[in-house]
Structure formats: C-alpha cells, structure tokens
C-alpha cells in the first residue's frame, strides 16, 4: 500500500513557475512508477507526466518542453516543474503510482493549481 501527499499548488500568474510535490509513504518507493494526472473544471482527467522506476519520462504533449517530472529516491518523493504556466494549466493536479508506466494504482488527493491570464 502506498500512501501520496500532493503540496505546492495555489493561485499563480500566467508565465511563471511553479513546483508541485508528491511524498510517498513506505520503503519501496524506488519500485514504483511515478506520474501526475490533472482535472480541469468541466473536463476528464487526463494524463501529464511520468517516469519509470529506471528514470525514463514521458509527457503530455500539451506539457512537453514546458513540465518536467523528476524524482528523488532517498526524499521518496516526485516533483512536477511546471514552467511557462498557461490559463488552460488551471486544474487539480494528481499524484499517482504503480508498477510501470501506464499503469497506476495508487491516487493522491490532489492539489488545486490555478492559473491567472
């Protein structure tokens, strides 16, 4: 079982960065997958961001070349940096894990990040 607490969300400004934070409880974080998920209001949850337990990435495109996933194994913890910041990044940001890629398991209970134009 495996337990994520989300933090860094909030009300930001168009262009700017923002780094959001996901820490996971137990021993055997290096085993997992790790990946972000959003919900925007009045949309279904879609896919940001990911990266294997060997440190392979992978993006949305709507967030390539803007986000980067990265995780730090000793913290037991997994960062999404959001950077260029757009209106339409406005949503509830999700941490998830499981055991490859793809295919998550476990939710966290998100954390609100709204963008200002």
């Known amino acids: 079982q495996v337990q994520l607490v989300e933090s860094g969300g909030g009300l930001v400004q168009a262009g700017g960065s923002l780094r959001l934070s996901c820490e996971a409880s137990g021993r055997t974080f290096s085993t997992y997958a790790m990946g972000w998920f959003r919900q925007a209001p009045g949309k279904e949850r879609e896919f940001v961001a990911g990266?294997?337990?060997?440190?392979?990435?992978s993006y949305a495109d709507s967030v390539k070349g803007r986000f980067t996933i990265s995780r730090d194994n000793a913290k037991n913890t997994v960062y999404l940096q959001m950077n260029t910041r757009k209106p339409e990044d406005t949503a509830v940001y999700y941490c998830v894990a499981g055991g490859t890629l793809g295919m998550y398991d476990y939710w966290g209970q998100g954390t609100q990040v709204t963008v200002s134009s």
């Open positions: 990266a294997s337990r060997t440190g392979t990435s």
